[in-house]
C-alpha cells in the first residue's frame, strides 16, 4: 500500500482512516506517531508544521493560503509577463552535475570568507523589504534566524524594522543593501545610519531606475478584499516605485529625513560618478548588487568595488528574460577573480546553489524561499529553510566528491547548451 499527502482527500469514510493509521503504526515508514495527526488536521496538500516539509517549496503553499492575495502577490511578482521571474528557475537546467566517485566525503566543510568574516554557510539571506507584511515579527524574525543557523544577512533599506533593531537582534552587524533615492543628501543619511550602526558593507542596488511593471503585484491588489488604504499610498501596488515619497514615509530607515522631494529609488543619472561619490562618502565595503555582464564587473573592478552581486531582482526589476545563472559566468570572467562574486535569483535547491558554487559564485542570495518560511511559521519556518538547503547542498557536494567549497569548480558542471 502506498500512500501521499494528495491522498488523504480520497479516504472519506472513518473506517478506512482507522485502518490506514493502523498500517502506518505497523509499517516501517519513516512517519513518527506524533506527526500522524497533523497529516488529517490540515489541508493534505499543506504542512502543519515547519518540520514536515520535505523541502522549500512546501512553505510556498502555506505562505499563499496564510497571506492576503496582494501581499503574496507583492512577494511573488515578476515584471511584465514574468519572463524573467521563470527564467530564473528554467535557467538551471542548461547545467547538469557530473558525480565522482570513491572519494571519503564523511567531513563536508561549506564554510566561506567573505571580506575578513568567515561563514558556516555560502548561503547569504538577501534583502527582502517590507518584511512584516509576512509575518508580525518581520526582519527581526529573520535575524533571530540567521543568528541561530550562522547565516549572513543582508537588510533592505525598505525594511519595516530598523537596522538598529535587527542588528540587536542579529547579534552581529549585518549587511545594508542601499536605495539611495534621487536625493543625495537622503541617500547619505542612510548610509551614515548603517555605518554607524556597525555594518561592514554596502550594497547598492542598480537595477531599479525608472521603477518596474509589476503586473503580477497589480493583478494580486484588485483581488484583495482588504482595506489597503490605510497603509499604502493610493493607486495599484505596482506603481510604488513611481510614488516612493508616499511609500519610504512609512518605513522606519527614513524616520526624522526630509523625504518632501524624494520621487524616486534611485536617480535615473545614477553612473560611475555617482559610485564614486558615495565611495568616498564611507568606509563600508561597497558591492553592487544588479551587475548582469562581463562589461559592467570589469569596470567594477577598475572602479575599486569591493564585490558585485549577479541580480535581476528576482525577475522583479528589468524583463530581460535572462537568469542569473546563466549572467554568472561572464560575470566572473569581467571580475577575473579580482573580486568576490555574488549571486541571486530563482534559487530554491541545493543542486541550485551548487551550479552556482561552480561557476564561480563565492557565495549565493535567497530570498523568497526565507520569506516563503516567514509568513507560514515565523521564525521557525526561516530556520526550517536554512536547514532544507544546507541539507541538500551537504547531500550534493557528498554526491559529486566535493567536501570544501574549494574544491567545487567548473569541472563539476556539464553546459548541456554546448
Not at 528554467?90 to 547538469?96: L, N
Not at 570513491?102 to 517590507?130: E, K, N, Q
Not at 552587524?173 to 555594518?199: F, H
Not at 482595506?227 to 514615509?249: E, F, I, K, T, W
Request: charged share 20%.
Amino acid at each position: 500500500m502506498t500512500w501521499s499527502r494528495t491522498g488523504a482527500s480520497q479516504m472519506h469514510d472513518e473506517q478506512s482512516r482507522r485502518r490506514f493509521l493502523q498500517f502506518l503504526a505497523a509499517s516501517p515508514l519513516l512517519i513518527t506517531p506524533h506527526l500522524l495527526p497533523a497529516l488529517f488536521a490540515q489541508d493534505p496538500g499543506l504542512i502543519a508544521s515547519p518540520d514536515l516539509a520535505l523541502n522549500v517549496f512546501d512553505f510556498e503553499a502555506v505562505a499563499r493560503q496564510k497571506l492576503s492575495p496582494a501581499h503574496f502577490a507583492y512577494m511573488a511578482t515578476g515584471v511584465d509577463d514574468d519572463t524573467t521571474l521563470r527564467a530564473n528557475r528554467e535557467g538551471f537546467e542548461r547545467y547538469q552535475l557530473r558525480a565522482r566517485r570513491l572519494i571519503d566525503v564523511r567531513a563536508i566543510d561549506m564554510s566561506v570568507t567573505l571580506f575578513g568574516t568567515t561563514w558556516d554557510s555560502p548561503i547569504v539571506m538577501a534583502p527582502v523589504s517590507a518584511q512584516k507584511a509576512f509575518h508580525s515579527d518581520g526582519e527581526i524574525a529573520s535575524a533571530q534566524a540567521a543568528r541561530s543557523r550562522k547565516h549572513l544577512q543582508i537588510l533592505s533599506t525598505m525594511s519595516s524594522t530598523g537596522v538598529e533593531e535587527v542588528i540587536a537582534a542579529r547579534g552581529e552587524p549585518v549587511w545594508y543593501q542601499l536605495y539611495p533615492t534621487d536625493q543625495w543628501s537622503v541617500g547619505r543619511a542612510l548610509v551614515k545610519r548603517a555605518e554607524t550602526a556597525g555594518c561592514s558593507v554596502l550594497a547598492l542596488t542598480l537595477d531599479l531606475q525608472g521603477g518596474s511593471n509589476r503586473e503580477t503585484q497589480a493583478r494580486g491588489q484588485r483581488r484583495d478584499s482588504g482595506q489597503c488604504s490605510a497603509c499604502h499610498p493610493a493607486g495599484p501596488l505596482g506603481s510604488s516605485l513611481d510614488n516612493v515619497n508616499a511609500m519610504v514615509a512609512r518605513k522606519p530607515m527614513f524616520a526624522g529625513l526630509d523625504i518632501s522631494a524624494v520621487r524616486s529609488s534611485q536617480p535615473l543619472n545614477m553612473n560611475w560618478d555617482f559610485v564614486k561619490r558615495l565611495r568616498d562618502t564611507t568606509s563600508m565595503k561597497i558591492i553592487l548588487k544588479g551587475i548582469v555582464t562581463s562589461e559592467d564587473a570589469a569596470l567594477a573592478v577598475d572602479h575599486g568595488i569591493d564585490g558585485v552581486i549577479v541580480s535581476n531582482h528576482g525577475g522583479r526589476a528589468e524583463e530581460s528574460g535572462r537568469a542569473t545563472i546563466e549572467s554568472l559566468t561572464e560575470v566572473v570572467a569581467g571580475a577575473a577573480g579580482r573580486i568576490p562574486v555574488l549571486v541571486d535569483g530563482g534559487f530554491r535547491r541545493g543542486t541550485d546553489i551548487f551550479k552556482a558554487l561552480a561557476l564561480g559564485a563565492r557565495a549565493v542570495c535567497i530570498g523568497r524561499p526565507y520569506v516563503w518560511g516567514l509568513a507560514a511559521f515565523g521564525r521557525p519556518g526561516v530556520e526550517a529553510v536554512l536547514e532544507i538547503l544546507r541539507r541538500e547542498l551537504t547531500t550534493i557536494m557528498r554526491q559529486t566528491g566535493t567536501v570544501k567549497l574549494s574544491e567545487i569548480s567548473r569541472q563539476a558542471v556539464n553546459d548541456r547548451s554546448r
